[in-house]
């Protein structure tokens, strides 16, 4: 638990790190990005009471197993992220997935 929300952290900070690069290569708007961040934070504390009762029913091991999985794929659809909506999404999907390191 304590690397998840530990790798769960350096995550939520790394994008302000690349903001500069990611509105120059993106040609997202800085109230665009203002938006995908608050996607990610909106995500997160939907997941924080999502996951804490799906932890309860399916066991912490089980669950953080396929939060991981979820943060996952949330990360690598980053990459293929072209636009505003498809940066938002990918964003928000990681919000939901990292909401189970602190439920």
């Known amino acids: 638990m304590a690397l998840v929300s530990v ?3 350096v995550d939520r900070n790394t994008l302000a790190l690349l ?3 990611i509105l120059r290569e993106t ?5 665009q990005y203002g938006l995908v ?8 504390m939907v997941g ?8 309860d029913r399916i066991g912490l091991r089980r669950g953080m197993i396929a939060a991981v999985a979820l943060r996952s794929v ?6 293929f992220a072209g636009g505003f909506w498809a ?7 990681l919000g939901l997935g990292e909401g189970a390191a602190a439920p």
């Open 7 to 9: 790798i769960s952290y």
């Open 74 to 79: 949330a990360s690598a659809g980053h990459a």
């Open 27 to 31: 040609g997202l708007s800085a109230t």
């Open 48 to 55: 924080n009471s999502l996951w804490g009762r799906a932890l």
């Open 19 to 21: 903001a500069p690069s």
């Open 87 to 93: 940066f938002a999404t990918a964003r928000a999907v």
């Open 37 to 44: 961040v608050s996607a990610y934070s909106i995500a997160f």
